[in-house]
């Protein structure tokens, strides 16, 4: 996960910003109790967005207090109380987490490569605690990641390919609940948010992998054309918001409904409008400290 699942702050309700940092809270405090401190500073918006489609769909969110290690002389800050939901969100953070390190041990900078090495080995105990609670989600990303390096290795040309093996990874986040049409539409709906999440970043990263000679699928798709196909490439990633969004109007997300749609109808285009212009690295810093 990357960062780019966020929601536009002004667009909110009080009560819904509220929530929404009391899920991050809660999620940070869920990965601390299962999975220590280390896994903490790997939380991120995009995992809490993941959270608040596995929470329960209440009126109001049910809060209680923790306290927050990264500002020790603040007091207690409000959070979502502890919730299976909650606890597979973490499970699943953790699991996601150490897979993208180890994919940056195989690419990157020597720098880079090493830092991703020694952040694998903090992150290893909290990895196998939370493999073992959720193994098969273990297994599918995996398999899926397996499947993605082989994509890179032959230097697929295809945006499809490689964005289809990423999506499914995290659709296989979504429990089996045993409501058949919740489970489909929460398994799509992450499909092509997934989708949408490693295109946007595809091309985010497209001056870096260029410069270091790394796989990246516009740049196989588009070669050095890219800037002439960017009315194209908007109109796959508005296609993959679009099929997110209809998934979303078959679920019912209670108290979380607001942050929800306000992450797929304006969140997501914001980002994905800063992305395209080439503003995103320089405001998203900005952003998530007035955010926090």
């Known amino acids: 996960m990357f960062g780019y699942v ?18 991050y809270c809660g999620l940070c405090a869920a990965l601390g109790r299962r999975h220590g401190l280390a896994a903490r500073m790997f939380l991120n918006y995009d995992f809490t967005f993941l959270a608040m489609l596995l929470l329960p769909a209440q009126l109001r969110p049910e809060l209680g207090q923790c306290r927050c290690p990264a500002r020790l002389g603040c007091g207690k800050k409000r959070c979502t109380v502890p919730d299976p939901g909650m606890d597979l969100a973490a499970d699943e953070s953790v699991i996601l987490t150490w897979w993208k390190l180890r994919d940056g041990v195989a690419d990157g900078s020597w720098w880079k490569r090493t830092a991703c090495r020694l952040l694998c080995v903090l992150l290893g105990r909290a990895y196998r605690r939370a493999a073992a609670a959720q193994p098969g989600f273990a297994r599918t990303v995996q398999s899926c ?61 497209r001056a870096e992998d260029r410069r270091r000679g790394s796989y990246n699928p516009v740049l196989a798709r588009y070669g050095g054309e890219e800037e002439t196909h960017r009315a194209e ?39 994905e409008r800063m992305v395209l212009q080439g503003t995103w690295k320089t405001r998203s810093q900005r952003n998530q400290t007035r955010q926090k």
């Open 145 to 205: 990641l397996e499947e993605l390096a082989a994509l890179e290795r032959e230097n697929c040309p295809s945006l499809d390919r490689p964005a289809d093996a990423f999506a499914r990874l995290l659709q296989a986040a979504a429990p089996a609940t045993g409501d058949e049409a919740r489970d489909r539409a929460t398994g799509q709906l992450l499909y092509h948010v997934g989708r949408w999440i490693y295109l946007i970043d595809a091309w985010d990263d």
């Open 6 to 23: 966020r929601p536009q702050r002004e667009e909110l309700k009080v009560w819904e910003w509220e929530g929404y940092r009391a899920a």
């Open 233 to 271: 490439f908007a109109l796959t990633l508005r296609h993959s918001r679009n099929l997110a969004g209809g998934a979303c109007v078959l679920l019912e997300r209670g108290c979380w409904q607001g942050v929800v749609d306000n992450v797929l109808y304006l969140g997501l285009p914001a980002v």
